[in-house]
């Protein structure tokens, strides 16, 4: 007997000895109850915290844009008001 023959009559076994193997009554429904009753992963907290800092972070780059845009209009004035006192 070769080794393929023998692997295929060892297959054969193994497959009449399990054909009457089968999972219990209602175990499919078990399983599913406890996979919906698992806790769920909790990502979306983190989610939640790092889209507060990028709010937070876009809030203070617009205080800062402004304050900036405001001090170079005040010393873009200033120095306008000063060719304009010149002769």
């Given amino acids: 007997m070769t080794l393929e023959r023998q692997q295929d009559a060892r ?3 193994l497959a009449r000895a399990t054909d009457d193997l089968a999972p219990p ?3 499919e429904d078990r399983v599913m109850v406890a996979v919906y009753r698992a806790p769920q992963p909790r990502a979306w907290l983190g989610r939640l915290a790092l889209l507060g800092c990028f709010a937070a972070a876009a ?3 617009v205080l800062v844009s402004r ?3 405001r ?10 008001d000063g060719l304009e006192d010149t002769p």
């Fill in 25 to 27: 009554e209602g175990f």
């Fill in 59 to 61: 809030g203070t780059a």
């Fill in 11 to 13: 297959l054969e076994r």
């Fill in 71 to 80: 001090q170079l209009d005040t010393k873009t004035l200033s120095v306008l």
């Fill in 67 to 69: 304050t900036e845009q």
